[in-house]
């Protein structure tokens, strides 16, 4: 996550497996969770929609509380009828996706476990007129915004430009784009199944969503509260000391100038290999890696949405949904030192000249169209967390932080 504006390299991050995690039980279990994430695999690969009852009743808890958040904002699918809809138009709309079934982070405790992985998403663009259509129809939808200023509309235009109107030798292109996959399993009937999972897409420059950049994007957000509210209207709310450990997280470790590793043991299961998952899908492991990470988010503010936060606990282990507000600024000039660092960079890149251009228009053009909406910046964020008593109270396994996904432009993120 680290700040806004850092130039994302599209290279396909690992989550290291703890080869001594005393939380893995047995490598029998390990290995069953392995198995179902294969299964899960197998159903995208296969795309069966005629088989999607017996998929969904043999790899996911057949229960109101199961649920899957999505790479979108909006796409938090509650229940277990919700859960199955997502996974048919996945199927049916969505790239081919990949799972690392091979660098999988297992823990496993009282018949509770949670995992991280990575993988990718294949993505096809094609040369069609209608392409072409639809692209203009975008910008002229655009100009007509009324809330944009007109320096704003102007930058939006010269980056959609700079992603799709670049010369490109094939007419049909692949990409790989880098995935984010985290979620908990609990035990039923004697057989791992799936309670809940997050999916998600690293930011390219700039997050996709940014509420100065468009009021569609704060309508999403207070739509996916909607969602959360339905569910919640039934149940009870949230625990005192989960709703504190969140407040801690909000005030004590985001947007403070100097976290000391005292204060990360406070609030991390350090003897029990915590990490993070940043927005870039890099995953940050141990409490040196963990206290690296909120020192590059010192600049920002946190601010959850507790009252539509979705909690889960079972045998002593807790998961936690929520979304909130991360908030910075940045001045043009920083904006600007930080596209010609990035640019002196990309002259060192093992990559074609021609390449290079893109890429150069591509970070110019994003810059233009951030700056372009002022020095203050509101984007929505989702997080998962695990969490765990320790010494009689809760302190977080693990963290998974996305921004939402919105745009699918061809040259947006490189390919892997």
């Not at 996945?90 to 991280?116: K, P, R, S």
């Not at 997050?198 to 100065?212: N, W």
């Not at 997280?249 to 990360?264: A, M, R, V």
Request: charged residues 25%.
């Amino acid at each position: 996550m680290k700040s806004f504006g850092i130039q994302y390299l599209n290279k396909l991050s690992e989550i290291p497996v703890e080869k001594n995690n005393m939380l893995q039980e047995s490598n029998t279990e390990s290995l069953e969770i392995r198995e179902v994430l294969r299964q899960f695999q197998a159903g995208y690969t296969k795309r069966d929609i005629k088989n999607i009852d017996d998929y969904v009743k043999e790899l996911f808890i057949k229960s109101d509380d199961t649920y899957v958040l999505g790479t979108g904002t909006g796409e938090l699918f509650l229940g277990i009828e919700q859960v199955k809809t997502l996974l048919k138009n996945d199927w049916e709309y969505w790239g081919d996706v990949n799972i690392d079934l091979e660098n999988i982070h297992i823990d496993i405790e009282n018949e509770v476990a949670w995992f991280a992985t990575t993988g990718t998403v294949k993505y096809t663009f094609q040369d069609t007129e209608e392409r072409y259509d639809n692209y203009i129809n975008f910008i002229k939808n655009k100009t007509k915004e009324s809330e944009l200023t007109g320096k704003q509309k102007v930058a939006f235009i010269n980056w959609v430009l700079a992603l799709t109107y670049h010369q490109r030798i094939d007419k049909q292109r692949e990409y790989l784009w880098a995935l984010g996959l985290s979620g908990v399993l609990l035990k039923d009937n004697g057989k791992w199944k799936f309670a809940q999972i997050h999916f998600s897409i690293p930011k390219s420059d700039f997050p996709d969503e940014r509420f100065e950049n468009s009021k569609e994007y704060i309508i999403n957000y207070n739509n996916q509260n909607a969602i959360a509210d339905k569910y919640l209207n039934s149940k009870s709310q949230i625990d005192k000391e989960i709703k504190s450990l969140l407040e801690s997280l909000e005030t004590e470790l985001f947007g403070q100038q100097y976290i000391s590793k005292e204060l990360i043991s406070k609030y991390f299961t350090i003897d029990s290999a915590p990490y993070i998952i940043e927005t870039d899908n890099k995953c940050c492991i141990g409490a040196e890696q963990i206290k690296e990470f909120f020192d590059m988010n010192s600049g920002t503010t946190l601010a959850l949405d507790l009252e539509h936060a979705i909690v889960s606990k079972q045998n002593g282990i807790t998961w936690v949904t929520v979304c909130g507000l991360l908030k910075g600024s940045l001045t043009e000039e920083k904006l600007y030192e930080r596209v010609l660092d990035e640019i002196d960079n990309l002259f060192q890149a093992n990559i074609s000249s021609k390449d290079k251009l893109f890429a150069i228009h591509r970070s110019v053009s994003y810059v233009l169209k951030e700056s372009a909406a002022g020095e203050n910046y509101t984007c929505p964020i989702r997080l998962t967390a695990v969490v765990k008593n320790c010494m009689e109270r809760p302190v977080f396994q693990n963290i998974h932080f996305s921004f939402p996904c919105y745009w699918i432009f061809e040259g947006k993120l490189d390919s892997l």
